[in-house]
């Protein structure tokens, strides 16, 4: 039986599924002002919806401490990043594939993680430069607020991807993320989850531009994905831990999301990108380190 290494090598080695053949890994970092507006579950399904249109997708849980998508996607990871802090094994050893072209980065959800200098973390995520490398996408499920931890995996992204729902107090948290990022990055990006109309997540993207537009001494482009309304399938999903756009491919919700995904590649692949692109998952890496 082959090890995790071996198979992970075999995945590097094979032709990429990207029929457009681009070499660089793209990474997109999906955050949110406060929990509790489904940052994880839309990663999880924009990771699926990529992976259903033949990208090579991973995703890293890099809300430290309090990482959640092994529950998400249903599976098992025995090891995470605490393990590969503490010397106990490989980074290649944690990466759990979950399907095939899709893979899941586990973090840790204790408080042992904290003991560990944030510099540590990245310089163990670029020994597996390689292997990321070879991904099409790879999504980054931030922790949520404005820390410090936070705002460096922000700054060296690709792309931004800002999630909030119409609660005021989402909102206000929301603008609050987006107004310390644009000081470091001049190019977001806003979902609106849980909306219950087109007009209402219409509605607060354009709040938050006005404001930002308003009050910041930069100037910002603010650019909208899309909104996706709030349903039973969304709570199903929640409920019994499905990806909606796998279980209700062909729901409202899972045609929303299908439009943001739209975007997101059209922005990257088929339009010059918004914020300046970097090189490799290894370079990305290099310039966290950096800030410490």
Do not use: W
Not at 113 to 123: G, L
Not at 141 to 148: E, F, K, L, P
Not at 187 to 216: P, Q, T
């Amino acid at each position: 039986m082959n090890t995790q290494a071996e198979r992970l090598k075999k995945i590097i080695e094979e032709k990429r599924p990207s029929a457009n053949n681009i070499s660089k890994t793209k990474i997109l970092a999906i955050t949110s002002g406060k929990g509790g507006v489904g940052k994880s579950t839309i990663t999880a399904n924009i990771a699926n919806i990529l992976v259903s249109r033949g990208y090579k997708v991973g995703v890293f849980d890099a809300s430290i401490g309090l990482a959640n998508l092994d529950i998400i996607f249903k599976v098992t990871a025995k090891k995470n990043l605490l393990n590969v802090l503490k010397g106990e094994c490989t980074f290649e050893e944690i990466v759990v594939e979950i399907e095939k072209n899709l893979f899941l980065i586990p973090g840790d959800s204790g408080d042992e993680i904290f003991n560990y200098e944030t510099k540590d973390i990245y310089s163990r995520l670029i020994t597996a430069s390689t292997f990321l490398d070879s991904l099409d996408y790879l999504l980054i499920d931030t922790a949520s607020g404005i820390n410090t931890n936070v705002q460096t995996f922000l700054q060296h992204a690709d792309e931004v991807i800002v999630t909030t729902i119409p609660d005021p107090s989402a909102i206000t948290d929301a603008y609050a993320l987006i107004k310390v990022t644009s000081a470091i990055n001049e190019n977001l990006n806003l979902i609106v989850n849980m909306a219950e109309s087109e007009k209402e997540g219409r509605f607060i993207y354009e709040r938050i531009r006005k404001v930002a537009e308003n009050n910041l001494e930069t100037p910002l482009f603010l650019n909208y994905l899309g909104f996706i309304k709030n349903s039973r399938e969304i709570s199903r999903s929640l409920k019994y831990r499905q990806l909606f756009s796998k279980t209700s491919p062909n729901t409202l919700v899972s045609y929303q999301l299908e439009e943001i995904v739209d975007n997101i590649i059209l922005q990257l692949e088929h339009q010059a990108p918004l914020t300046k692109r970097k090189n490799s998952f290894s370079l990305f890496i290099k310039r966290l380190i950096e800030n410490f």
